[in-house]
């Protein structure tokens, strides 16, 4: 065999494995994302309720920042009304 | 040489390992618990997969609504003038309100799914009923047995039957006094599921009644382009505590349930 047709011997295996990596990395990626959880065990509904109190608070967090932000837009206005 | 012999004992050790697993896989447990083992292990499987019918798609869109009201409160916290965000704001009040409305379309399916899983769970118990009224057959057997000893004329042989018989029926009892501690067992984790499932669909019903009250939300804010009026939803808080303390009960109780399989004698009579 030439010196020549090792090396591209050699280049297309490389290819090769480049292409495997890019595969495994792309099913990695698939898996860990949302709709695709493979690697984690399903969700119980006891999870989703954990979630939802989450979700409780949030919203509360969300009226209480409304009604400040309201509040000191109340305040800036009411000193130009006559 | 020595090397050689080194592998010669290796290889034998494994050998022998392995010899005395396969007999250890082939001793015959009692049809009493073998039966025992199944039920035990389908209820286990059954509640479990209970608690994650249809769980994973609901799971998946709170937590997108759970993103959308951080990225919300962000936009509220960083905002100069409330008026500018409402457009990007109304926005996100659609992706939840989507995501609740799909969460409401779910609802007949896992419905369905939950009372497929409520059926298995009353065919197992069905099945372990049905065990004990072997159990009783045959311990009925043995006392009738034990009445027609009194026909035999030789002492000793009657004496050596009796004693037999006996200790059959003091294992026979013993044996139904187990399974009937697993039934009792089977129905508290029936009657937890039961509750369970009643929850689960009042969870369900204000996950879906949630989708209208933003819905409407949505409505004014978009009419109105004012965010007074911004969400305001009917609380969980009740039966997320349920929920929560409802899968520590079953999966204590499924651990029983196993450990209960452990106290039937483990080989044929």
Known sequence: MEKGETRRGFRKIGWWIILLVMVIVFFLILGGSKRWEWFSPPRTWSDIAILVQEVEEKTQKLNQILQEALQSVREKESPSEP | MRA?????????????????????????????????????????????????????????????????????????????????????????LEEITVSYEHISDLRPQIE????????????????????????????????????????????????????????????????????????SLEDKIYETIKNADRTIKKFLLVLSENAKVYRGALEVVRLQRDIKSLVNFMSLQQFSDELISTWQDLQYLIELLTQEVNKLPAFRE
């Open chain 2, 112 to 183: 369905e799914e939950l009372r497929g899983k409520i059926e298995e769970l009353q065919e197992l118990l069905k099945k372990s009923k049905d065990q004990i009224r072997i159990l009783e057959d045959e311990k009925l057997e043995l006392e009738e047995e034990l009445k027609e000893l009194s026909l035999e004329q030789d002492e000793e042989i009657r004496n050596i039957r009796r004693r037999s018989l006996e200790m059959q029926v003091e294992f026979k009892a013993k044996e139904i006094q187990i399974w009937k501690e697993f039934i």
């Open chain 2, 4 to 92: 050689l012999r080194r592998y010669v004992v290796v290889g034998l050790v494994i050998f022998v390992a392995f010899f005395l697993g396969t007999l250890a896989g082939d001793i015959p447990i009692s049809h009493s618990k073998e039966d025992m083992k199944f039920v035990a292990e389908r209820v286990g499987f059954t509640a479990q997969s209970f608690y994650t019918a249809g769980s994973n798609q609901v799971y998946y869109q709170i937590e997108r609504n759970l993103k959308a009201l951080d990225e919300i409160i962000n936009m509220i916290e960083k905002a100069e003038n409330l008026d500018a965000i409402i457009d990007p704001m109304v926005d996100k």
